[in-house]
């Protein structure tokens, strides 16, 4: 089944290219189907690049998803266009009073901050609450997830000596889990951060069970053994340009940084980057959409949180 998303996104145009099923809302309500209602907090500044990134992954299942773009009010992005956020954006104020069966809280540039000095950290650690008896599933991805597992269990960040910066091999630590159904033995997945969390820190959270995890880039799946929140420390939307081009950003603005480690072949990034990932990402938000929100939300949202 498609994603439902409005015909004026631009996310639209690039997904019907790659040939995924999109639907608007007139096919839809010709379906006698329930969707699920997911929002994305877009936190990231290429919100259009984010958005479509996280629309392809969560196309490619058998559940019709309707998506809410969320936006922050007390910050106001500068790298996207105000009409687009206009048009295609609401705030949490505008759907307060609403629920839904998933949650995804995107990642942020702005790691070198404390959680506190960031200008809409009030706004999202009320939407971090609000989710507790509004949503049945949230996932949490790299800064996104460091700021949920700070404000809810006093969890720390950490930073690095450098940027954990490229593709790197994880495990699987148990797979008796539901989002770990399907999973090879050892998968790719990309990281893009300059901070961590560190094993030792969840250790001590009774709430808190790691699923997966890399010797180079550390802890990668927690969740809450309720699963009710996801924390994903890395970035399994990213698409192939997406390393290279931060890489070439920071290379033209005369900035510290390394190659992407194991994205081009022989770390050559005269070469076009190779793409080890696609299968884990799309396996990943397949099995939080069927097993952590289709197979436990409610018929009826307003019976969230059970």
């Not at 609403?98 to 995804?104: A, N, S, V, W």
Request: some cysteine; charged content about 25%.
């Amino acid at each position: 089944m498609p994603v439902k998303i409005p015909t004026t996104l631009p996310a639209r145009g690039v997904l019907e290219n790659e040939n995924i099923f999109v639907m608007d809302e007139d096919r839809a309500l010709h379906q006698d189907i329930r969707a699920l209602r997911v929002a994305i907090l877009n936190l990231m500044p290429t919100k259009i690049a984010t958005e479509t990134q996280i629309l392809r992954l969560l196309s490619n299942s058998a559940l019709q998803v309707e998506i809410t773009l969320l936006h922050t009010a007390t910050y106001e992005s500068k790298n996207t266009d105000a009409d687009h956020l206009l048009e295609h954006y609401v705030t949490f104020d505008d759907v307060k009073h609403e629920k839904f069966d998933g949650l995804i809280v995107t990642g942020a540039p702005i790691e070198h901050l404390p959680f506190e000095e960031v200008d809409y950290w009030n706004e999202l650690t009320q939407i971090m609450d609000w989710a507790e008896t509004h949503v049945e599933s949230t996932f949490y991805i790299c800064w996104g997830a460091q700021a949920a597992l700070y404000h809810k269990y006093g969890i720390p960040k950490y930073e690095l000596p450098r940027k954990m910066f490229g593709v790197f091999e994880h495990r699987v630590l148990s797979r008796e889990e539901s989002l770990m159904r399907g999973f090879d033995d050892i998968f790719l997945a990309p990281h893009s951060r300059h901070t961590e969390i560190r094993r030792e820190d969840i250790e001590k959270v009774a709430e808190l069970k790691i699923l997966a995890e890399s010797d180079d880039a550390g802890v990668y799946i927690v969740t809450s053994k309720d699963g009710r929140h996801l924390f994903i420390t890395g970035h399994s939307e990213y698409d192939p340009q997406t390393l290279k081009g931060e890489y070439d950003r920071d290379v033209n603005k005369g900035l510290p940084i390394h190659v992407p480690k194991n994205y081009y072949p022989q770390d050559n990034p005269a070469q076009p980057p190779v793409v080890r990932w696609r299968g884990h990402a799309n396996l990943l938000y397949a099995n939080w959409l069927n097993y952590y929100v289709y197979q436990i939300t409610p018929y009826d949202l307003n019976d969230i949180p059970k």
